[in-house]
T-cell receptor, first 110, second 114 residues
Framework: SQQGEEDPQALSIQEGENATMNCSYK?????LQWYRQNSGRGLVHLIL?????REKHSGRLRVTLDTSKKSSSLLITASRAADTASYFC??????????FGTGTRLLVSP | EADIYQTPRYLVIGTGKKITLECSQT?????MYWYQQDPGMELHLIHY???????EKGDLSSESTVSRIRTEHFPLTLESARPSHTSQYLC?????????????FGPGTRLLVL
């Protein structure tokens, strides 16, 4: 079964609002990553947070990691229509391959 | 933009045909992957490679095969396409930086088998 499960499955917001999506996983990890996928395209790496980190920022992105709850969240602040995409978490448990979550589909309306 | 390329981008083909999906990367990455993904759904790992002459099956059983004769090239072949193979196929390569692996994806091939 997938290591990462994300919720919500889909999220619809207005431009300017914040978007929060969550990822839960099952086993201990070395790091957790978030990727974005625009419709019909490949995935693009957004941000990586290591198991000894609790929070990380990159531009309008903020990622948190709670290893005790085995969960992570991705916050996109002041969202734009161009943020419309699917977002996937991926966990690195040290087995030499990433395991991707089920994804959250984000729709940002103008 | 990652230097990883997939051809064709779209392919419509009849049942029983043999097809090869091409993937190449110019980043010199040793590890490469093939994923199968239905639109908007989760990714399923079908094959991966640690380097030249290395190929491994992924988590999802697949009737496809792969080869890795050159570092930059990781083609996927379906000997006899069936409608159940209709999907999007994503190729990726990865690098290790600071002890962490990051994957770079190609644009994907959308396959429709009639």
């Amino acid at each position: 079964s997938q290591q990462g499960e994300e919720d919500p499955q889909a999220l619809s917001i207005q431009e300017g609002e914040n978007a929060t999506m969550n990822c839960s996983y099952k086993t201990s990890i070395n790091n957790l990553q978030w990727y974005r996928q625009n419709s019909g395209r490949g995935l693009v790496h957004l941000i990586l947070i290591r198991s000894n980190e609790r929070e990380k920022h990159s531009g309008r992105l903020r990622v948190t990691l709670d290893t005790s709850k085995k969960s992570s969240s991705l916050l996109i602040t002041a969202s734009r229509a161009a943020d419309t995409a699917s977002y996937f978490c991926a966990t690195d448990a040290g087995f030499q391959k990433l395991v991707f979550g089920t994804g959250t589909r984000l729709l940002v309306s103008p | 933009e990652a230097d990883i390329y997939q051809t064709p981008r779209y392919l419509v083909i009849g049942t029983g045909k043999k097809i090869t999906l091409e993937c190449s990367q110019t980043m010199g990455h040793d590890k490469m992957y093939w994923y199968q993904q239905d639109p908007g759904m989760e990714l399923h790992l079908i094959h991966y490679s640690y380097g030249v002459n290395s190929t491994e099956k992924g988590d999802l059983s697949s009737e496809s095969t792969v080869s890795r004769i050159r570092t930059e090239h990781f083609p996927l072949t379906l000997e006899s396409a069936r409608p159940s193979h209709t999907s999007q196929y994503l190729c990726a390569s990865s690098e290790f930086t600071g002890g962490a692996e990051t994957q770079y994806f190609g644009p994907g091939t959308r396959l429709l088998v009639l």
